[in-house]
């Protein structure tokens, strides 16, 4: 894994074709918004050949998403995985999980005591779901915009290591 936000320009085009291709589960995103993503981001580990990424934000954060403005009206000190994306080729080789084992230790090592995020409800991502439920997420809220568009925020506890 990389940190993205050191990253070059081509693993950049890359997490965006990435992205693109996994638009209704996450959303659009061009390189302006990426590199503001990043900016304000505290932790974006990366694939090196870029077939998946994770973009996560503590409180302390500058950043306009009403998913992140939700959790932070809730939580206290936290790091809020705002997207995670693995592409298909290299699902179920525990990639997903090494991106939130990163965001997981960042959020320890800086005293934060959860590690926040939404899934979709509508529509409904049950991969997610279950991979959510098996790092021990679970549901704090739900938020709707519009009736194509309901998601569940998620959280869990970092421990001590």
């Known amino acids: 894994m990389v940190d993205l936000r ?3 320009p081509a693993l950049r085009e890359a997490v ?3 992205n693109a291709r996994h638009e209704v589960e996450t959303s659009p995103l061009d390189a302006a918004r990426l ?3 990043l900016a304000a981001s505290c932790v974006a580990p990366a694939r090196t050949d870029g077939a998946a990424f994770l973009v996560a934000f503590d409180e302390r954060a500058d950043y306009d998403s009403p998913n992140f403005a939700w959790v932070r009206a809730r939580l206290g000190r936290f790091v809020y995985v705002d997207r995670v994306v693995v592409d298909e080729g290299v699902r179920g080789q525990g990639v ?3 991106l939130y084992e990163a965001a997981i230790d960042h ?3 800086t005293g934060r005591p959860r590690v926040a995020c939404e899934v979709n409800a509508v529509p409904p991502n049950p991969a997610s779901d279950a991979f959510h439920a098996a790092l021990g997420f679970s549901e704090i809220g739900r938020g ?3 009736p194509d568009k309901v998601v569940r925020y998620l959280a869990r ?3 001590a290591g």
């Open 96 to 98: 997903a999980r090494a």
């Open 107 to 109: 959020a320890r090592a």
């Open 157 to 159: 506890g970092v421990g």
């Open 6 to 8: 050191s990253a070059g």
């Open 16 to 18: 965006l074709a990435l």
């Open 35 to 37: 590199g503001a993503m």
């Open 144 to 146: 709707a915009f519009g």
